[in-house]
């Protein structure tokens, strides 16, 4: 050791050290680029309390949030074949679904739970994009009916919250047929009289909107968000014209009739409190 360091004293030192500042320590806000504190924007349920942007929620605080003193149960899905194509193009898709569960500690892009919300019966199925973009294949199709089925029998209100690409591009023809599938499992909840409700949050695309997201008996939308088929930059060179400002925004959609009601996160939970006020559940 040099003479600097034996007559640095412990506090002067301990300043004088640089340290890594944590990944998670912050967050800056796309909207407003104001600073966050990650430990503030978990207790705000990840919305900026400066623009009212509304990041992306993980599934446990959504369901914690959602659910009567955060207290539900988490089913157990159903299991189907994981790679039925055999695909892979940069990777092989096994490789993919194994780094995607790994990163998010899920089985697939979708969990289902059931509980109280109101003291009124719910089954809820929350879509995580962080498990390759929320694409829906034929696990995730399966989850829906499965939550379908659990409602009927529990005579519960179906709440799906998708956030999505779209079709799940590995699994090719057989990801599309989960766009016949769960219209078919969301449809049959409507001749039963069982409430279905769909929250769409930022991005609701692809054949996820093309199918159950956009056929609830109440369809709310969290701010912000991109609700739509294909992407802006797609249209617009397909129809050779400029989109309106806003276009595919859950506020836009809301002009033109597509959706009921646009609702913060923040009066999320008073909201389906109160419509599911109105069902005998």
């Known amino acids: 050791m040099s003479w600097i360091s034996n007559l640095t004293r412990p506090t002067v030192k301990k300043i004088g050290i ?7 320590f912050w967050d800056r806000c796309p909207k407003c680029g104001a600073m966050l504190f990650h430990s503030e924007m978990t207790k705000s349920y990840f919305v900026c309390p400066h623009c009212d942007y509304h990041f992306r929620l993980p599934v446990k605080e959504r369901l914690d949030l959602l659910f009567d003193k955060a207290e539900y149960n988490i089913i157990h899905l159903p299991k189907t074949t994981e790679d039925p194509l055999h695909f892979h193009d940069k990777k092989k898709y096994t490789d993919r679904l194994k780094e995607a569960k790994k990163k998010t500690n899920q089985e697939d892009a979708i969990i289902v739970a059931h509980g109280l919300i109101g003291g009124k019966r719910a089954v809820v199925g929350v879509f995580n994009f962080e498990f390759m973009g929320g694409s829906m294949g034929t696990a995730v ?3 829906i009916i499965t939550a379908s089925k659990l409602a009927e029998i529990q005579q519960a209100a179906l709440i799906l919250i998708p956030a999505s690409g779209g079709a799940r591009m590995q699994e090719g023809i ?6 016949a599938r769960t219209t078919v499992a969301v449809k049959e909840l409507n001749k039963k009289k069982i409430p279905y409700i769909a929250i769409l949050t930022n991005p609701t695309t692809g054949g996820v909107t093309a199918s159950f997201a956009m056929l609830a008996d109440i369809t709310l939308a969290e701010p912000g968000a991109i609700i739509g088929f294909a992407g802006s930059r797609v249209i617009e060179q397909t129809i050779h014209e400029t989109l309106p400002p806003n276009f595919q925004k ?3 959609l809301l002009e033109h009739g597509m959706i009921d009601q646009v609702v913060s996160r923040k009066n999320l939970r008073e909201k389906l409190i109160q419509i599911l006020s109105f069902f005998d559940l």
């Open 174 to 179: 057989l990801s599309l047929m989960q766009m």
């Open 250 to 252: 859950s506020e836009y």
């Open 141 to 143: 199709g399966q989850a």
């Open 18 to 24: 640089s340290k890594d500042i944590p990944d998670n």
